[in-house]
């Protein structure tokens, strides 16, 4: 195959010709797949199902003599902090063990940062002239929302190969109104890529201008392996207390690709100082999470070690998908050299990075033969990747057969689109 940059205009034409017949023809095949988002496949849901047995009498339902099924312990059980202190290798003073849902207590404390204020801040943050979020894209959509939700600016801050581009990090820290980062430092979402020591460094040692400056370190996937052995990764919690900035912190994990996605549990992992400070928030709110779950878990996933026998599991039905993504953008795509990738051993996503300009067409022709993937831009703060040139895919869901027909119709459309592209000039 001739690498597209390398063709004359009349070879690109008839490579155009080709590939739109191509395309016809599985855009013929009307298709209905879907790669938009990072849910686990039912073949997951089906090896963690034991856990529904888990709990069979009353007596079941005790962690020592705390009774699960009634109200106390807002923090959270005390197996069930143990538990997350051992799989994020901090303290269990360090923990807050909370609902189904991670997002929900990263929502939560950005709600109370603008009402209340964080520990530090010298007024709530919705009395702040302007308050300012670093976004490193692409990134998790989900936190984007958030901040724009509330009305925060949003800055981009690109992605490298190690993280966060953290020059322009360490220079955007010094304006005392940007207040916050959102980082998914183990294979991040969406370029499962690990964030390197001097990074992680890096980050615990920010001095920012803003007293109540806070870093949500969202290591969804810090156990999420789906090749090679667990990879050690640094406790940040520690890291910022010895850097003298215990309160920067806040770090949050969840059962959602462990067990059942938003039917598990979820964890925040801080200062003893914040633990405290939240505990008393979301008292307010709540008498105490959904216990007889986290005892649930905890008796399922027992300890790390454990837990790293189930993420065992789940990667042999998730590695044959990443494989087969791989496979097809290898032999189809790289020959023709217009688009680059990442392969990730763990996490669930894959960045692909288009032709600059084609990121969107491409989303659409899929999308028109009956291929859904997560919206082109989608990754960026206010969905606006200034490029045009990445999409997210998320091959968790789909059985291998329909993967393999979807990355058909992928790789014939960003040929197209590409083609498209270099015959406009
Ligand atoms: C980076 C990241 N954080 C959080 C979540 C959601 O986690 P939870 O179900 O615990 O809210 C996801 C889900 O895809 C994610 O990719």
Not at 10 to 33: F, P, R, S, T, W
Not at 100 to 120: K, P, Q, Y
Not at 263 to 280: D, K
Not at 361 to 382: D, I, K
Request: contains cysteine; negative net charge.
């Amino acid at each position: 195959m001739t690498p597209y940059s390398c063709m004359t205009r009349q070879q690109l034409e008839a490579e155009h010709a080709k590939v739109l017949a191509q395309y016809q023809h599985v855009k013929d095949q009307k298709l209905n797949l879907n790669m938009a988002r990072g849910k686990p496949a039912k073949a997951q849901l089906d090896l963690v199902s034991d856990i529904l047995t888990v709990l069979q009498t009353p007596e079941d339902c005790f962690d020592g003599d705390i009774d699960s099924r009634n109200y106390g312990e807002l923090a959270g059980l005390p197996c069930a902090r143990a538990y997350w202190a051992d799989v994020l290798e901090c303290k269990p003073e360090n923990i807050f063990v909370g609902g189904a849902a991670s997002l929900n207590m990263m929502c939560d404390i950005v709600s109370r940062a603008f009402t209340h204020g964080l520990l530090g801040s010298p007024q709530p943050w919705c009395k702040e002239e302007k308050v300012k979020f670093l976004c490193p894209a692409p990134g998790y959509d989900r936190h984007f929302q958030i901040g724009e939700f509330y009305g925060a600016e949003l800055i981009y801050i690109p992605m490298t190969p190690t993280g966060p581009d953290m020059d322009m990090v360490e220079e955007y820290v010094k304006d005392p109104q940007v207040k916050m980062i959102w980082v998914v430092p183990k294979y991040s979402n969406p370029d499962g890529i690990i964030f390197s020591d001097e990074t992680i460094q890096r980050f615990a040692n920010l001095k920012p201008a803003a007293p109540d400056f806070a870093i949500i370190w969202d290591n969804a996937y810090c156990i999420h392996e789906f090749e090679g052995d667990y990879v050690p990764f640094p406790d940040i919690i520690s890291m910022c207390e010895e850097a003298g900035r215990p309160n920067m912190v806040f770090e949050f994990a969840s059962t959602s690709k462990i067990t059942f996605a938003g039917g598990g549990t979820s964890c925040m992992a801080a200062s003893v100082a914040n633990i405290q400070y939240f505990t008393g928030v979301f008292g307010v709110q709540m008498i105490s999470y959904d216990k007889v779950n986290q005892l649930r878990h905890v008796k399922y996933m027992k300890n790390k070690a454990y837990t790293l026998e189930i993420m065992k599991r789940h990667a042999s039905v998730m590695a044959p998908k990443f494989h087969c993504v791989s496979r097809w953008l290898n032999q189809e795509i790289k020959p023709l050299g217009f688009a680059r990738w990442v392969d990730p051993k763990g996490g669930y996503f894959i960045s692909l990075y288009t032709m600059p300009g084609t990121a969107k067409r491409t989303w659409s022709l899929c999308r028109e033969a009956g291929v859904v993937l997560t919206t082109a831009g989608a990754a960026y703060p206010y969905s606006h990747n200034p490029n045009d040139d990445h999409l997210r895919i998320a091959p968790s869901l789909p059985p291998v057969e329909d993967l393999e027909k979807a990355m058909e119709v992928l790789t014939i459309s960003l040929k197209l689109a590409a083609l498209e592209k270099l015959l406009e000039k």
